[in-house]
């Protein structure tokens, strides 16, 4: 049994750009709901957490996957879910709402999108203008290790072995600024939770992210 469930959908409304219309999720919308998961296993082989991620954008410009993974991981780091046991006697489980805990996140991936123009111009954080001039596009995440996650191109032209490698380390190289950015926004959060904790419903298990591309 997997204890890693998180289920995120990414939601591109005809409210965000007038490239969208109504009715089931798009292509793209599709691809940017395949990244993340974390350990959320209550009871190995028995019962886990399942969260679901709803990131609905609201101005849409471009490179849609790199501000949806990084709205999606500052949100979970900022998840908090009750204490959850099993008991052994009837096997059922028991929540505890007065006792919480965030989650524990062992990888931050984060990605950088690059629009290539005839495999000689490589354009980081695109526009949606430059993505629809662009002859490829390509999507390269990475962990803190410096670990290659995932790549992502949705057809195009090919591309050379050293322009995929130039994009693998300025994709290393990104991941590493964006993950100190969200850590020193984390702190800032922390700091400020004492004060606002009073006002705050964490009875939801789910995580809803809003996100402004």
Request: aromatic residues 4%; contains cysteine.
């Amino acid at each position: 049994c997997s204890c890693m469930f998180t289920v995120p959908n990414v939601d591109l409304p005809p409210l965000c750009s007038s490239r969208f219309r109504p009715g089931p999720p798009g292509e793209q919308a599709q691809a940017a709901s395949q990244f993340i998961a974390d350990d959320l296993c209550v009871d190995r082989g028995k019962l886990c957490w399942v969260l679901y991620c709803d990131i609905m954008c609201l101005d849409y410009d471009g490179n849609i996957l790199d501000a949806c993974i990084i709205a999606l991981l500052a949100a979970l780091k900022n998840t908090q879910l009750p204490e959850v046991t099993v008991n052994k006697e009837t096997c059922s489980p028991e929540v505890n709402l007065e006792k919480r805990q965030r989650l524990h996140i062992h990888k931050h991936p984060a990605s950088a999108s690059f629009c290539v123009f005839d495999d000689s111009i490589l354009i980081v954080d695109p526009t949606a203008e430059e993505e629809s001039l662009s002859t490829a596009h390509l999507t390269v995440v990475t962990d803190e290790g410096g670990r290659l996650c995932s790549v992502h191109k949705p057809g195009g032209t090919s591309l050379s072995g050293e322009k995929l490698q130039e994009c693998i380390n300025r994709a290393t190289a990104r991941q590493r600024e964006i993950h100190k950015l969200i850590d020193k926004s984390f702190v800032c959060c922390l700091k400020s939770e004492a004060d606002k904790q009073h006002s705050i419903d964490h009875s939801c298990p789910c995580v809803c992210v809003c996100v402004c591309v």
